[in-house]
């Protein structure tokens, strides 16, 4: 189940709350939801992929991936919400399985490491765990959530399954140094398997509201009752609370590109530390990023600045400031 609901906020002015991230093509020339499709659809038939994503996006999700099955929200409602949507869809038709649920606008590889990942945690699942994977900071991101460690649960070739004991959102940069020399703490992916029955049970233990509302919509048709539902992430509504947590360690290379920073991890920089992209350039440049979409961009003597410009608008703040863009769209 790919999660394709995003609004469009951190990736500003390029991404539109009617085109939000996964449609980018920044990396690799590709759009993201593209790349996530394209990353499972070896291991999972087409009949064993589905996108839930609400119903402003129906169409232009539909021009992207063509026939691919979808469930459509009728408003957005996070990711509790949209996974106990998915979930009771699925049992209805199906009854009890295993999901794996991941966002449609990260950047994985290789990707054999991360389908063996997913196996050890179809495992997992079978066994009652609600599984999340882990990645291995290599740097002490304020950006992300973190996943701390506890006892061992098992092992496969490639992969490490912990107890999950506890999770911190976006710390400080102290707090995020700390984690990082500990070795006790992993980034937290948002990608999660799990079986059906075991996390519908979770949701309407830990999140009830949630549950009889979105059971309400999918038994009796009414969208009024979708409408007020709860908007709660998975992560704190359920994993956060529940004692079935299990975090795989995985052994794969993960960004969620969550800003315009991560164009530093992908796109070389000039001897000054700039990455200039499209039709942009300056004088007395340094430590910036600049970006233009078919506009010519031209900078004088500025330092530590990201810069961007396309038709849909121009941005224009401190490095330091990337991760608050959406305090702009409040």
Request: aromatic content about 10%; hydrophobic content about 40%.
């Amino acid at each position: 189940m790919i999660l394709a609901g995003g609004r469009g906020e951190r990736f500003w002015p390029l991404s539109q709350p009617d085109f939000p991230k996964q449609f980018l093509t920044i990396f690799d020339n590709r759009p993201l939801i593209i790349q996530t499709l394209e990353r499972v659809a070896s291991h999972f038939k087409k009949n064993e992929r589905l996108l839930i994503i609400p119903k402003e996006l129906k169409g232009l999700t539909k021009k992207y991936v063509g026939n691919e099955h979808m469930i459509v929200e009728p408003v957005r409602r996070n990711t509790a919400p949209a996974i106990c949507l998915a979930a009771m869809v699925l049992r209805k038709k199906y009854g009890d399985g295993v999901m794996h649920v991941m966002p449609a606008d990260h950047l994985i590889s290789p990707k054999g490491a991360f389908l063996s990942a997913l196996k050890y945690g179809q495992k997992l699942a079978r066994d009652g765990y609600l599984v999340t994977y882990g990645i291995k900071p290599t740097r002490p991101e304020t950006g992300y959530g973190y996943i701390r460690i506890g006892s061992k649960v098992g092992s496969s070739r490639k992969n490490v399954a912990y107890k999950g004991a506890g999770f911190t959102e976006k710390p400080n940069v102290t707090k995020a140094k700390k984690y990082v020399r500990s070795k006790r703490y992993l980034w937290n992916s948002g990608i999660f398997t799990f079986g059906i029955e075991t996390m519908l049970e979770e949701i309407k233990n830990f999140v009830p509201d949630i549950y009889d509302g979105v059971w309400k919509f999918v038994s009796r048709g009414k969208l009024g009752y979708f409408h007020r539902v709860p908007n709660i992430s998975i992560d704190y509504g359920v994993m956060e609370r529940s004692s079935r947590l299990c975090v795989v360690q995985g052994d794969f290379r993960w960004d969620d590109v969550g800003t315009w920073l991560a164009l530093e991890r992908y796109f070389s920089k000039d001897n000054k530390g700039n990455i200039l992209i499209g039709d942009a350039r300056g004088i007395g440049l340094k430590d910036s990023i600049m970006y233009s979409q078919d506009i010519p961009l031209r900078a004088y003597d500025i330092e530590g600045l990201i810069v961007v410009v396309s038709q849909h608008g121009v941005l224009v703040c401190k490095k330091e400031r990337a991760q608050e863009l959406k305090k702009l769209f409040k």
